[in-house]
T-cell receptor
Framework: AQSVTQLDSQVPVFEEAPVELRCNYS??????LFWYVQYPNQGLQLLLK??????LVKGINGFEAEFNKSQTSFHLRKPSVHISDTAEYFC???????????FGTGTRLLVSP | DTAVSQTPKYLVTQMGNDKSIKCEQN?????MYWYKQDSKKFLKIMFS???????INETVPNRFSPKSPDKAHLNLHINSLELGDSAVYFC??????????FGSGTQLSVL
């Protein structure tokens, strides 16, 4: 079985502060990992992905994530957040054998002035 | 020239009715999906089609029936709607084992 855990349902942060959104996964085989963002009343947009190669992955809007196989983690980071980063963030896992994307429960990032 | 488009964006209907949601992608992808997002924002896959062939069918009531007339379209028909069907339904597409591209969602409200 495969699963994705996002322990923080909500992360409040002040504008220009750094942020880390945590994601841990469980899988018995190799995986691809993704972070998606959902702005209010919109669909999901890909922030970044890890398929192979360098474990530090850079994405759009200044976000980056690090794949850590030994800790089975794929945490998302941004050094300085903006008000416009307020959204729901989803970590997701793709087990190539099962051909389906499994999502975590999401983390709501709330950026205040 | 939206990549994955779904209609309608909002759907309000009475219990017991039958409704359809349409999805089209112009990305040339070979795989399409339907996901359901509940009120707690949890996303769960419902169906997946590859080149018009059903490859994933999660434990979804058989009142839900996907139809793929060609690989660019995947429609979702729902019979005898129930209150618990109220959710946001997302269509998505992908090419092989790559990222999914999502539509903007259809918010279904069953009264």
């Amino acid at each position: 079985a495969q699963s994705v855990t996002q322990l923080d349902s909500q992360v409040p942060v002040f504008e220009e502060a750094p942020v880390e959104l945590r994601c841990n996964y469980s899988s018995s085989v190799s995986v691809y990992l993704f972070w998606y963002v959902q702005y209010p009343n919109q669909g999901l947009q890909l922030l970044l992905k890890y398929l192979s190669g360098s474990t530090l992955v850079k994405g759009i809007n200044g976000f980056e994530a690090e794949f850590n196989k030994s800790q089975t983690s794929f945490h998302l980071r941004k050094p300085s957040v903006h008000i416009s980063d307020t959204a729901e963030y989803f970590c997701a896992l793709l087990n190539t054998g099962f051909q389906k994307l499994v999502f975590g429960t999401g983390t709501r990032l709330l950026v205040s002035p | 020239d939206t990549a994955v488009s779904q209609t309608p964006k909002y759907l309000v209907t009475q219990m017991g009715n039958d409704k359809s949601i349409k999805c089209e992608q112009n990305l040339g992808h070979d795989t399409m999906y339907w996901y359901k997002q509940d009120s707690k924002k949890f996303l769960k896959i419902m169906f997946s089609y590859n080149n018009k062939e059903l490859i994933i069918n999660e434990t979804v009531p058989n009142r839900f029936s996907p139809k793929s007339p060609d690989k660019a379209h995947l429609n979702l028909h729902i019979n005898s709607l129930e209150l618990g069907d109220s959710a946001v339904y997302f269509c998505a597409s992908s090419q092989g084992y790559r990222e999914l591209f999502f539509g903007s969602g259809t918010q279904l409200s069953v009264l």
